[in-house]
């Protein structure tokens, strides 16, 4: 079971690089999520989205975009990167209908270095 | 906007000792969900526990137990029977049942530490 699939697992950029981090999901999860730990930190929101074509910020959107083409994918776009993203990134989805709400399951994070 | 409050940034158990993490929240909603993530050093986020609040009874799953109070807006968790795997970040998280609003909204984390 594949579950949530983050790539790469790690990854180390010079400041100004872009570099897009990939997201899929084989649980036909609506929601999508994208979040960011920082150390000694929860984890905060940088964007999300609850259906192919919608996405929405959240907590930390500054310097990241996202799309949602497909159900499966929701990839996290990192333009002219700062050392300020050095930052472990989640990718999570869950699945929503009306009221009922299932747990959101997480990848294995990413660990992204800028230097 | 909801907030999450773990005012424990450090915790330490006996094995086999039973240990008590505590979460507050703050919201104007009357439905919702919480949680408690287990992140061990694989970084791996594992769901251990989830309450509904218009649920009264206390949810359990095995050694771990919550002991929920709405008017008070309080979650702790109870881990019973400590062990050495349960050594891990715990994160307290808070989703509103509203749809369309369905963020999930973090703690800052308690470290576990289990003494053998």
């Known amino acids: 079971n594949a579950g949530v699939t983050q790539t790469p697992k790690f990854r180390i950029l010079k400041i100004g690089q872009s570099m897009t981090l990939q997201c899929a999901q084989d649980?036909?999860?609506?929601?999508m999520y994208w979040y960011r730990q920082d150390p000694g930190m929860g984890l905060k929101l940088i964007y999300y989205?609850?259906?192919?074509?919608?996405?929405d910020k959240g907590e930390v959107p500054n310097g990241y975009n996202v799309s949602r083409s497909t159900t499966e994918d929701f990839p996290l776009r990192l333009e002219l990167a700062a050392p300020s993203q050095t930052s472990v990134y989640f990718c999570a989805s869950s699945y929503s209908s009306g009221r009922g709400n299932t747990e959101a399951f997480f990848g294995q994070g990413t660990r992204l270095t800028v230097v | 906007a909801q907030t999450v409050t773990q005012s424990q940034p450090e915790m330490s158990v006996q094995e086999a000792e039973t240990v008590t993490l505590s979460c507050t929240y703050d919201?104007?909603?009357?439905?919702?969900?919480l949680f408690w993530y287990k992140q061990p050093p694989s970084r791996q986020m594992i769901l251990v526990i989830r309450?509904?609040?218009?649920?009264?009874q206390n949810a359990t799953e095995n050694r771990f137990s919550v002991n929920f109070q709405k008017a008070a807006k309080s979650f702790s968790l109870k881990i019973s029977d400590s062990q050495l795997g349960d050594a891990a970040m715990y994160f307290c998280?808070?989703?509103?049942?509203?749809?369309?609003?369905?963020?999930?909204?973090f703690g800052k984390g308690t470290k576990l530490t289990v003494n053998p």
């Open positions: 649980m036909n999860h609506n929601y």
């Open positions: 919201t104007s909603e009357s439905d919702y969900y």
């Open positions: 309450q509904e609040a218009y649920k009264q």
């Open positions: 998280a808070y989703r509103s049942a509203q749809g369309g609003s369905e963020k999930l909204v």
């Open positions: 989205s609850v259906g192919a074509g919608i996405t």
